[in-house]
């Protein structure tokens, strides 16, 4: 085949075949609205789901920016603690009657509080650890006055008004105040300090009393000796020595410090009664910081110190 026929052929083949048919406008413009009503379908969804999500969104936020107390979700975590787990210390609706002590105030410090982190339950709704009305106080009122009738001939306790002590304030004071629970027991001390005075000679000294009820646990149970060289109050046994003195068939501990100590106080009785209750009985020839001169002597004989603490009226619950 030469290129006239080539050409020929190829002329032939395009006049054989059919014309392309006509463009309809009509269908053209219909698919066009369509896809352009598609697209604003596809819009309009992703603008009411961003409307839904600030709605969300601004509930979520209203709360905090108001000061409600909702909190605010970050990325799956909220910005304020979370308690979940975390069970509150139920508050107990009364003592917690155990044998573990509460913490003690240091004997012979009066008013003195529990520390902050103390968790003591006031016994017979009291506000703190001193007892200002009611049966406790009472007693702590008239171990002061029976300490006060307890001394011997020609010794006094005088009421302050009458010597001239107000220039050196209270001289005179009882106190009750609870120490501690062990088991259904409360323990409790009644403490009073008084002047004492001698009809003839000059001179103010000092007497002071504390009952510790039974079930105290200050000295682990021990007695006599063994325990009083322990003690802190009021004469410091490691700064003291310590004597039996025997009232009646009754041993006493007999504590007599060795130098001055900060309260003034000098000698010490300490007796403990079979229920464990313990009773100390302590003298000084002065009245420290009280402005006033000492006595020549204490007021009371090691024996009748000794007798004092032994006294059944002071064995108090």
Not at 9 to 33: N, Q
Not at 74 to 93: K, M, Y
Request: net charge positive; proline share 8%.
């Amino acid at each position: 085949m030469n290129e006239q026929e080539l050409k020929n052929a190829l002329r032939d083949a395009v006049v054989a075949s059919s014309p392309p048919p006509a463009m309809d406008t009509r269908r053209a413009l219909e698919a066009g609205r369509a896809a352009a009503r598609k697209r604003r379908a596809t819009w309009g969804g992703a603008v009411a789901g961003l409307a839904v999500v600030g709605i969300a969104v601004g509930a979520t936020l209203l709360p905090g920016l108001s000061g409600g107390s909702g909190s605010v979700q970050v990325g799956g975590q909220s910005e304020r603690p979370s308690t979940t787990g975390q069970s509150a210390r139920p508050s107990p609706s009364g003592p917690a009657l155990t044998t573990t002590v509460t913490p003690k105030v240091p004997s012979g410090q009066p008013n003195a509080q529990p520390g902050a982190s103390s968790k003591t339950q006031w016994p017979d709704g009291q506000q703190d650890r001193t007892a200002t009305s009611g049966p406790r106080a009472d007693k702590g009122t008239k171990v002061l006055n029976d300490l006060s009738s307890s001394l011997p001939p020609g010794f006094s306790a005088p009421d302050k008004q009458r010597v001239g002590f107000d220039d050196y304030g209270a001289m005179r004071r009882a106190q009750a105040s609870f120490e501690e629970y062990v088991g259904q027991t409360q323990v409790w001390t009644y403490w009073a300090y008084t002047p004492v005075v001698k009809s003839d000679a000059e001179g103010v000294g000092r007497l002071e009393i504390r009952v510790l009820t039974k079930g105290s646990t200050e000295l682990g149970g021990a007695t006599g000796c063994a325990a009083a060289l322990r003690a802190t109050y009021p004469v410091h046994g490691a700064n003291s020595r310590c004597d039996t003195v025997d009232v009646g068939g009754k041993q006493v501990a007999l504590l007599t410090a060795n130098t001055p100590v900060q309260n003034g106080l000098e000698q010490a009785a300490l007796f403990w009664h079979e229920d464990g209750t313990l009773v100390t009985v302590a003298q000084a020839k002065g009245f420290a910081n009280s402005g006033h001169p000492a006595m020549a002597q204490p007021p009371l004989t090691p024996q009748q110190l000794a007798a004092l603490a032994t006294d059944p009226k002071f064995h108090l619950d």
